[in-house]
């Protein structure tokens, strides 16, 4: 049935289909029958759900999507993170210079 967990299960509204959903992207169905045939009352019930059904193809093109996002994402985490430590290279060098011209006029000034 599936080739991987079931994620999901519920039966229809009169109690004679059992469906699964499994990480797979499938969906099985079982009949189900009850072992006392007597009539039983009930009452049909339902409840909405958030969740959607989408063929395999769309869902298999929507999972490489979200990862192709996740590989730009991290390019360009990797190139805010060069851009910074280039960032953080200039400054260190201007300082650096700086602090070297502030010790040539020290040295001037004191030997004036």
């Known amino acids: 049935m599936h080739s991987a967990g079931i994620t999901r299960m519920c ?3 009169d ?3 059992l469906f ?3 990480h797979d992207g499938t969906i099985a169905y ?3 029958q009850d072992k006392d045939p007597r009539k039983k009352e009930y009452v049909p019930s339902f409840a909405l759900t958030s969740e959607i059904m ?3 193809a769309k869902r298999e093109h929507l999972i490489k999507y979200i990862n192709e996002l996740r590989t730009q994402i991290e390019i360009h985490k990797t190139s ?3 851009i910074q430590e280039d960032k953080m290279r200039i400054k260190n060098k201007e300082l650096s210079d700086l ?3 502030l010790k040539i006029f020290e ?3 004191a030997a004036s």
Request: aromatic letters at 4%; zero cysteines; glycine letters at 0%.
């Open 54 to 56: 989408i063929p395999r």
């Open 30 to 32: 079982l009949q189900i």
């Open 15 to 17: 109690h004679t289909l």
């Open 99 to 101: 602090d070297r011209k």
């Open 80 to 82: 805010r993170q060069r």
């Open 20 to 22: 699964s959903a499994s």
């Open 11 to 13: 039966i229809n509204f």
């Open 107 to 109: 040295e001037e000034a």
